[in-house]
């Protein structure tokens, strides 16, 4: 024999249906706020630099109201350090390049996304490196010569396609170094000589030294590219056909976009 379902036990599952209904819209709407201030400091920083991150400017942009970004980020500093990861998580994307036969190509094909990013972004780029601050907030280093290459994968994803590359080029004999193709030690020391390569010079030109249009980047870009690539054990011939490559590969994509 089957027994009624009392009245009570009817109401109170259809209670806590709603209860859990209404604790998932909360959440979800939640969510959407701290995107929007995100999104919306995001594009603050890009249109006009570190001094439109301000309390009211972003809630107004977002929608919302000022106590929200206290609510979802603990105040701008917090809010400053989400919008540099945000940053930092469209570079590993804009450093994605297609993979050739050619590691060394591909490393500089990295370059030259890294160059991209930093031009078309240069608000972004100084607050996620740390060369200028939103008031007085500056977004904190974090040293990466002494991770592994797994734990350079895992926290620094953006250089860790600089990592990739450059092993790459270790294994298939273009770089050579005393401490072997697969020593995390070396991978990290090479990889952060290109990087410290390229992040000085884009900061010259950011800064107007080097004129604009790109002018510096094959007398000064190039040129010092090559130097470090044969330096590092590669021959003055495969390094410039490396770069030819880079430079066609380039076109083409430029041609198909």
């Known amino acids: 024999m089957v027994m009624p379902i ?132 500056n977004v904190p280093a974090r040293d990466v010569l002494t991770l592994k290459v797994a734990e350079i994968e895992h926290q620094h994803p953006s250089f860790a396609h600089v990592v990739r590359a450059v092993h790459r080029c270790l294994l298939a004999g273009r770089f050579a170094t005393a401490l072997g193709a697969d020593d995390d030690t070396a991978i990290v020391a090479t990889a952060a000589q290109f990087w410290s390569q390229i992040h000085g010079f884009v900061m010259l030109e950011l800064a107007g030294f080097y004129g604009d249009r790109g002018a510096a980047v094959e007398p000064v870009l190039a040129a010092m590219t090559v130097n470090l690539l044969v330096a590092l054990g590669d021959s003055p011939e495969r390094a410039q056909c490396s770069l030819r490559a880079e430079q066609t590969q380039k076109n083409t994509l430029g041609r198909a976009t």
């Open 6 to 137: 009392s009245y009570n036990i009817v109401i109170s599952l259809i209670l806590e249906r709603y209860a859990l209904g209404e604790n998932m819209a909360r959440m979800t709407s939640q969510t959407g706020v701290r995107d929007e201030l995100l999104h919306a400091g995001v594009r603050l920083l890009d249109d006009h630099g570190p001094d439109a991150l301000q309390t009211r400017k972003v809630a107004a942009a977002a929608g919302t109201s000022t106590m929200a970004v206290y609510t979802h980020f603990g105040g701008m500093r917090g809010l400053i350090a989400a919008i540099a990861e945000e940053g930092l998580r469209q570079f590993d994307v804009a450093l994605t390049v297609p993979q050739t036969a050619d590691p060394v190509a591909d490393l500089l094909a990295i370059g030259t996304a890294y160059r991209r990013y930093a031009i078309e972004r240069p608000h972004m780029y100084r607050l996620m490196f740390g060369s200028t601050s939103a008031h007085g907030i």
